[in-house]
C-alpha cells in the first residue's frame, strides 16, 4: 500500500460497523474523497456477525416488528451528515419478493416462506435480520468502491507505532491467521463478548463439575450446548430477560414440542417428552413486558417537553453536580407521564373526568414527587387501576407478601394476563405511549446529558438500573411468548420461583438449591442455568483483542470513584469523541471504539424509523472523525513525499 493512502482497520463486521461504513460513504464528498484502504476483521459473515448470524434456531424472533427496524440514518437523525434513505426490514423483505431489491442471495425455501408471510407487525427471524445485515453491509462497502477488505478472521492484538516527530503514531493489528495490518486509524467494534465468568459463577461451575451436575454461566444463550440436560429433570434458571425467552425456544419447541392454538383462542403445548422442567425467578420475579400491539388513538406525541437540554442545562445552577436520581429521574418520569397521559385524556376521553388542556396546563407547574401532581391525576382520572406507577412498574410485588408455591403460581399468571391485557389488546393505547416517550428519552439521554456533567454514582445507575428499567418495559419479547410461557405452565413444564430470587449450592446434597424469601418458594437441582448475556468486561474478557488492549494499557475499563470507593463499570472507556483511553487516562490518537462494550451511551446498533437514533448520531460523527483523520494523514504524506529528494539512477 503506498505511504499517502490512508488505512483504517475495523476490528468487528457486525451491524454497528455496517452502519459506520456507509456513514464514511455518505460524508466522503464533503470530508476527504481521496484514496482509502479499509479493512474489516470478522470472522463471521460480515453485517450480520456473531449475534445475528444466519445459522441459529429458525424459532429465535427479534423483539422488534419488522416495520421498526432499520439500519438507514433517515432524516430525523439530528447529525451532520446526509440522510441515507433507505427500505426498513419490511419494506425490504417486500423488495425482494417483487424484484425491486436483486442483490440478494439465492434464499432458501425455508426463508422464502418466512419473507411471503412476512408484514410490518410481524416479529421476524434473525435468520431474516442475518439477511436484511448482511445485504445492507454488502451495500455500504460497495458504496466505498474497491477500498474493502474483509478478513475471516479475529483481531488479537492492536500494537502501537510510534509516527514520524510530532505526527500520529500507527498501529499493527495482529490477526489469528498470521498476518498483520499496518493502520492510521484503528476502530473496535466488537459487540457482545464473552468473558471468563465472576467469584460466583466460576463457584457455582466448579460445584457442578464436583458433584457431576450442570451449570451454564451467562453467555449468549443460542451458544450453549443444553445437551445434558435430561427429559423432565428439574432445571434452576436465574434471569427472566430476554435470554430467558430464548432458552424457552430451545429447550421446548426446540426439542420437538409444539404449541396448538385452543378451541376458546388459547395456546396449549404438546410436549414431545424430552423438555425438562424449568423453575424460574429473578430480581423482579417477572418476565419482561411484552410489546405494545395498540395503536394510538389520541393526539400524536411531540418533541419533548420537560426533559430537554435547556432543562438538564439548567440544573447545574441550582444544584451544581448532577445525580440521575435526585435531577435526571424525576424529569424522565415527568415526560414519561405526559406522554401516558397525553394519550389517556385525549385517546380515550371517557375514561377521564378533565380536558386534556386543562390537565397539561396545570401538570406543567407541577413535579413529578409531589401531593399536587398526584391530586391532578386522581381528579383527572377516577380510575385509580390507570395511575402510572413507575415505582411500581419497576418492581411490581414490592410490599406484596406471597404464601407459598400455589400462591407464586397464581400471581404470576395473573400478572402476565394482565400485562397482556394492557399491552396486546387495542383498549389500552396509553401503553403505546408509554413505550414512545422513554424510547424517545432514552434515545436523547446521551445527547441531553454528557457523562462528565454526572456523578459517578448517577454514571453507574445509567449503565445499570436505568438501561435496566428501560430495558424491561420497552424491549420485551412479542406476546405470543408470554402466552407460550402460560402455555408451558398450565402444561407443567414452567415453574415460577417469584421475586428476589436466591441461589445456593449445597455441599452435602450436591444439589443447587433456588428460592424466593418473600415467599417461601423454593427448589432443589442438580442444574444451574444464568439466563443473561455475560457482564461487561475488560479485565475478564475471552476476547483476545480486549484482553491484549487491557495488558498493553492501551485500552482501561471505566473506573468511577464514588464514596464508598473506586467501582468498575466492566466498559471499555472512551473519550467522548470515541477514542480509546489509555491507563494513563490519554485518549488514543487515531484508535476509537463503539458499541455496547464502551462507556459510550448510544445504545444499539439498528434502530426504529423516524427517532433520531442514537446509535445513528454516532456513527455519523464517529466517521466524520474517520475522514477528517484520514484527510490528515493523506495530507502529511503527500506533503513528504513530495519534498524528498528524486532518486538518482546509476548506470
Request: charged content about 20%; proline content about 7%; some cysteine.
Amino acid at each position: 500500500m503506498p505511504a499517502n493512502i490512508p488505512a483504517v482497520v475495523f476490528v468487528g463486521g457486525g451491524p454497528r460497523t455496517a452502519g459506520v461504513l456507509e456513514r464514511l460513504a455518505a460524508n466522503r464528498a464533503e470530508l476527504f474523497d481521496g484514496p482509502l484502504e479499509i479493512h474489516v476483521v470478522e470472522p463471521h459473515v460480515p453485517g450480520s456477525g456473531r449475534i445475528w448470524r444466519y445459522d441459529q434456531h429458525p424459532g429465535l424472533l427479534l423483539n422488534s416488528m419488522a416495520a421498526d427496524i432499520t439500519m438507514f440514518t433517515d432524516s430525523s437523525v439530528a447529525c451532520e451528515g446526509p440522510a441515507g434513505q433507505g427500505p426498513n426490514l419490511a419494506e425490504w423483505a417486500a423488495g425482494v419478493l417483487d424484484g425491486s431489491i436483486t442483490d440478494v442471495p439465492d434464499f432458501p425455501r425455508s426463508l422464502r416462506e418466512q419473507l411471503r408471510s412476512l408484514t410490518g407487525v410481524s416479529f421476524p427471524t434473525r435468520q431474516m435480520q442475518s439477511q436484511y445485515l448482511e445485504w445492507f453491509f454488502r451495500r455500504a462497502a460497495r458504496s466505498l468502491g474497491r477500498n474493502v477488505t474483509v478478513h475471516r478472521t479475529t483481531a488479537v492484538a492492536i500494537e502501537q507505532v510510534v509516527g514520524p516527530a510530532a505526527g500520529p503514531p500507527a498501529y499493527l493489528v495482529e490477526l489469528a491467521n498470521g498476518r498483520t495490518l499496518r493502520a492510521d486509524i484503528v476502530v473496535t467494534a466488537l459487540g457482545h463478548t464473552d468473558s471468563r465468568p465472576d467469584a460466583a459463577s466460576a463457584a457455582w461451575a466448579d460445584f457442578a463439575g464436583r458433584h457431576g451436575g450442570y451449570h451454564a454461566a451467562p453467555s449468549y444463550t443460542t451458544d450453549v450446548d443444553y445437551s445434558p440436560l435430561g427429559p423432565g429433570e428439574d432445571v434452576i434458571v436465574a434471569g427472566m430477560g430476554l435470554a430467558f425467552v430464548d432458552l424457552l425456544v430451545l429447550l421446548m419447541e426446540g426439542r420437538g414440542g409444539r404449541f396448538v392454538e385452543t378451541h376458546d383462542g388459547g395456546l396449549r403445548y404438546l410436549p414431545s417428552g424430552r423438555e425438562p422442567r424449568l423453575w424460574a425467578g429473578s430480581r423482579r420475579g417477572v418476565p419482561y413486558h411484552s410489546k405494545i400491539s395498540t395503536a394510538l388513538r389520541g393526539e400524536a406525541p411531540g418533541p419533548l417537553r420537560f426533559f430537554t437540554a435547556a432543562a438538564v442545562n439548567a440544573l447545574p445552577v441550582q444544584y451544581g453536580e448532577l445525580d440521575f436520581r435526585r435531577d435526571l429521574w424525576p424529569l424522565i418520569a415527568k415526560e414519561a407521564g405526559y406522554g401516558y397521559y397525553r394519550e389517556l385524556l385525549t385517546g380515550s376521553p371517557d375514561r377521564a373526568a378533565m380536558g386534556w388542556d386543562e390537565f397539561s396546563a396545570r401538570y406543567a407547574d407541577l413535579a413529578w414527587y409531589s401531593a399536587a401532581r398526584e391530586a391532578l391525576v386522581a381528579a383527572a382520572v377516577p380510575d385509580a387501576g390507570l395511575h402510572l406507577d413507575l415505582e411500581r412498574l419497576d418492581r411490581p410485588f414490592t410490599g406484596r407478601s406471597l404464601a407459598g408455591h400455589q400462591e407464586v403460581q397464581e400471581a404470576l399468571v395473573a400478572y402476565i394476563e394482565h400485562d397482556l391485557a394492557l399491552r396486546d389488546s387495542p383498549d389500552h393505547p396509553e401503553t403505546q405511549a408509554l413505550f414512545l416517550a422513554l424510547l424517545h428519552v432514552y434515545m436523547e439521554v446521551g445527547r441531553v446529558v454528557p457523562p462528565e456533567r454526572l456523578n459517578a454514582r448517577s454514571q453507574q445507575t445509567v449503565h445499570g438500573w436505568w438501561h435496566g428499567f428501560f430495558s424491561f418495559v420497552d424491549s420485551g419479547p412479542p406476546p405470543h411468548r408470554l402466552r407460550q410461557m402460560l402455555a408451558l405452565h398450565r402444561a407443567g413444564l414452567l415453574h415460577f420461583l417469584g421475586p428476589d430470587l436466591e441461589v445456593a449450592a449445597d455441599e452435602s446434597t450436591g444439589l443447587f438449591h433456588a428460592g424466593s424469601p418473600r415467599s417461601g418458594t423454593s427448589v432443589a437441582a442438580r442444574a444451574l442455568i444464568e439466563a443473561r448475556l455475560p457482564t461487561t468486561t475488560v479485565a475478564r474478557s475471552l476476547n483476545p483483542l480486549l484482553e491484549s488492549l487491557h495488558k498493553t494499557g492501551l485500552g482501561t475499563e471505566q473506573q468511577l470513584l464514588t464514596a464508598d470507593g473506586i467501582h468498575s463499570t466492566g466498559k471499555l472507556l472512551i473519550s467522548a469523541g470515541h477514542q480509546l483511553v489509555n491507563a494513563e487516562g490519554e485518549p488514543q490518537a487515531g484508535l476509537f471504539g463503539v458499541g455496547p462494550g464502551t462507556s459510550g451511551w448510544g445504545a444499539g446498533a439498528f434502530a426504529r424509523p423516524g427517532t433520531n437514533a442514537a446509535p445513528f448520531r454516532e456513527n455519523d460523527a464517529l466517521a466524520r472523525s474517520v475522514l477528517t483523520l484520514a484527510r490528515g494523514h493523506h495530507a502529511e504524506h503527500s506533503s513528504t513525499l513530495s519534498t524528498e529528494p528524486a532518486a538518482v539512477g546509476k548506470n
